[in-house]
């Protein structure tokens, strides 16, 4: 399988030798205390269909020299990037985009142009020669792009920032140019598909979302379908999670309910199975099911459940309920978390506890009951597998709106958690911005990890900032109908 070395990254690592399995490592790339290993999964299917990427944070879990928020570690003054180790490798997909049409589509199931509101052909026209006209300043706003944090920066839960909106009308050609500048969506949200989020988001900013310029936490994890067969997805509403693995093209997908419809005595403090739970379930005889791996895509619902489900596997033979593993900590099965913010912003006046929270609850669960810590592999902001995956979504966009399958030279992350957005889009150099709309409520710039580009009170201002930056103080982030020499009245000067 193709893999890519340190040296692609810019990250700079001892040559150390190559071995056929991880060598587990505590946090700050420390040699474990515990000689036992993780091995990578096994590609069976001989396609080449995804790529390997190095892992950069620790894979050990980190509950038993932090035991509190991501806000103080990981961070850029102790230079930890990243919660997998060092040599470890996050598969993510390697495939181009179905076509150059965007999965936005009007009502009669014609698709519009994507990234951008139906328009008149005039106005396309118009736009057009406006660019020829300006084509120095076109070139740069070709050469410039955007990657967008959702939450906390564009909405909140189900309500739009406002500024959010009109930030998209903007990117989406309501500027001098009539131009649209490149943008992507990188996002630590999950637990629904793709496209169904997107016409979510579609509906909620009144601008239209394509799927090919939008990345969930789970989205790189579609790679992992190669590797494992069976698998248990903990996470998210109802059984969205489940559909999600489907179309990622995993063969056997298990969720928690399908394990208490056939055990109901495996959660002793489970209140209640509704009759709806119970009939969609698909509950079998998992004595006789080996589960391969174990992939938390969204946050937990019933932490008391889910809890008992993995530590369960965990510590069982080969992935088979109601076994026990003589050397449970040589023999575990693996397990992968979506992303790992501590963190969300909702509608609630105070950001909510995300995953993160559920997976430190695991690793001090597990390391008090086996005396070791938990092994674990975390996709998701501030991981490099997920920046190198935008980087390939971002060159994709461009092809499709721009018909230039390149990557832009100045890219702006925007987000609101330093956490993950800024110190991710620090570590991958790019421009950072952080805004008070979200996590991020304090003054001045965070101290453990600033914003290269600075400070914003919301997206807007960001942005705007960002333009006025690459395209000159003077450019006008909105378009003008007296480019038009039929309705304005004048001409105009050939001339830039």
Not at 91 to 116: C, F, H, N, Q
Request: charged share 20%; with cysteine.
């Amino acid at each position: 399988m193709p893999a890519f070395d340190d040296s692609d990254f810019g990250v700079d690592t001892p040559q150390t030798p190559k071995y056929d399995h991880l060598q587990k490592i505590i946090s700050h790339g420390s040699p474990a205390k515990y000689n036992h290993t993780i091995h990578p999964p096994t590609h069976h299917n001989g396609t080449n269909g995804t790529i390997e990427v190095p892992a950069t944070r620790s894979q050990t879990a980190e509950s038993e020299a932090l035991m509190h928020s991501l806000s103080i570690s990981p961070s850029q003054v102790d230079r930890r990037g990243s919660r997998n180790s060092f040599g470890a490798s996050l598969p993510i997909p390697r495939s181009k985009r179905r076509s150059r049409l965007s999965s936005v589509a009007t009502a009669d199931g014609r698709p519009t142009r994507p990234g951008m509101p139906s328009i008149q052909p005039t106005r396309d026209i118009l736009s057009s020669q406006v660019q020829d006209m300006s084509s120095v300043k076109t070139a740069a706003a070709k050469d410039m792009a955007f990657a967008f944090d959702i939450d906390g920066v564009l909405v909140h839960g189900d309500r739009p920032i406002p500024e959010g909106k009109r930030v998209l009308e903007i990117l989406n050609g309501d500027n001098e140019l009539g131009i649209k500048i490149p943008h992507i969506f990188l996002t630590n949200g999950s637990g629904k598909p793709e496209a169904a989020r997107c016409a979510q988001l579609s509906k909620i900013l009144h601008s239209p979302i394509s799927t090919e310029q939008f990345i969930q936490s789970h989205t790189p994890m579609s790679a992992l379908a190669e590797y494992y067969d069976t698998v248990l997805v903990v996470g998210g509403e109802n059984y969205q999670c489940r559909e999600v693995a489907k179309q990622y093209g995993f063969k056997d997908i298990v969720v928690p309910n399908d394990i208490v419809a056939s055990q109901p005595t495996l959660s002793p403090l489970k209140e209640f199975f509704t009759a709806e739970q119970r009939a969609t379930s698909t509950p079998r005889d998992f004595s006789k099911v080996k589960i391969d791996a174990i992939l938390v895509f969204s946050d937990s619902r019933d932490y008391a459940t889910d809890l008992q489900i993995i530590m369960d596997l965990l510590q069982s033979e080969d992935g088979v309920l109601g076994t026990r593993a003589k050397h449970p900590t040589n023999q575990r099965i693996p397990i992968y978390f979506s992303q790992g913010d501590l963190l969300c912003p909702t509608e609630h006046p105070s950001p909510r506890m995300s995953q993160g929270t559920f997976r430190i609850a695991l690793e001090a669960i597990y390391k008090a009951i086996t005396g070791v810590e938990l092994e674990r592999v975390v996709y998701g902001k501030p991981e490099l597998a997920t920046y190198k995956y935008a980087d390939d979504i971002m060159t994709s966009w461009m092809g499709t709106i721009h018909n230039e399958e390149r990557l832009p030279k100045n890219i702006y992350m925007i987000g609101d958690n330093p956490q993950s957005d800024i110190i991710g889009g620090n570590m991958y150099g790019w421009n950072t911005c952080l805004v008070r709309t979200g996590v991020y409520q304090g003054k001045g710039n965070d101290k453990q990890n600033p914003a290269s580009f600075g400070v914003f009170d919301n997206v807007l201002k960001a942005v705007e900032t960002a333009l006025k930056k690459e395209l000159g103080q003077d450019f006008r982030t909105e378009w003008s109908d007296a480019m038009n020499p039929v309705t304005a009245g004048h001409s105009i000067s050939a001339i830039e």
